[in-house]
């Protein structure tokens, strides 16, 4: 019989959102016909931008001509989309980032994973806790941990708890990390990195030689103006950074598909002694693993920065942000603390009476109707809180609160 990768066996009961789908289908059988309202995986609900979707259909037509066909693309994305992201998402904001360091992708979810296709097994891995699942689940998957304890804490993972005694600040270690994962603006917390911390953390990776994974996805839902939203604006951080964004959350495509990673061509690990670029690793895993993202989605994507296309994403991302609003000012005023909400989609809350993230999951599903994410299903120190999601439509948003409000 084959023999499986058993570092799967290591992985906690499930990925976090599968075992919420499954309690929810669960009480589905159980209550047929009740009205629920998800405010739990951040998937957006709003339709692509008008400008993608007509970029989209023009795209469409090119593939139905032999003269304007395309096959295979460029595995690190369409020339033309890298220059627009290079030129919209950095240069505008002072950063120093080419064309040709942006690798366009299908998704930061798998680009976090298969980062650590290019990283040796033997690094000293850091992350927060709480902590967006899929950095941990992948680094256990590769086998770069061991077994979990009862907090569900892996043997050689170390963990920097955010909570709201240190204001969801991850303080700078006092030891050294070889790879540190950051995710700004946070999910879950919704917390946002001053530009002093990101400074202090390229300080840090600076020092000890590390690599920050930084994952900006969230980055278009910074409202206050002095919040960096790249690591990129801090300076040093092309020797220490790769960062990740994603099309998905500003611009809708979460079903559509469209991210890119970003690796400076002065950034340098060691193989032994040896210094080698990761740009060159990552180009080579690329060219062998994947194909590109399809001609039609990139142009969706390249969409996003003409300008109709940057009106209809800012009109969306603040029709989110109005709903993370609503969220965050109902439930202060019916008495719950509430984190976040202010520069990110994401509410993050105190379950009230001390309740039990989970516990608190399955109350407001039985009573409200109401779908959130477990604070516990992000680390041991998510335990006791509870997060709800800003991407919904209004009228579910509203109603949402008005349930809550009343229990
Ligand atoms: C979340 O709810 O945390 C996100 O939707 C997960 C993701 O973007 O993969």
Redesign the pocket.
Known sequence: MVQVNADYLKLKAGYL?PEISRRIKDFNSKNPNTDLIRL????VTEPLPLACREAMKAAIEEMGTAESFKGYGPEQGYKWLRESISKNDYSTRGCEISAEEIFVSDG??CDSSNILDILGKANKIAVTDPV?P?YVDTNVMTGRTGEANLKGEYQGLSYIPINSENGFEAAIPKEKFDLIYLCFPN??TGAVATREQLVSWVKYAKENDSLILFDA?YEAFIKDDSIPHSIFEIEGSRDCAIEFRSF??NAGF?GTRCAFTVIPKSLKGKAGKEEVDLWSLWNRRQSTKFNGVSYVVQRGAEAVYSEEGKMQVKKLVSFYMDNAQIIKANLTSAGFEVFGAINAPYAWIKTPNKLSSWDFFDFLLENANVVG?PGSGFGAAGEGYFRL?AFNSRENVEKAMQRIVKL
């Open positions: 959102f739990g995986i951040g998937d930061s979810k967006y899929v999910n879950p996805a998905s959350k979460t994410t999601s």
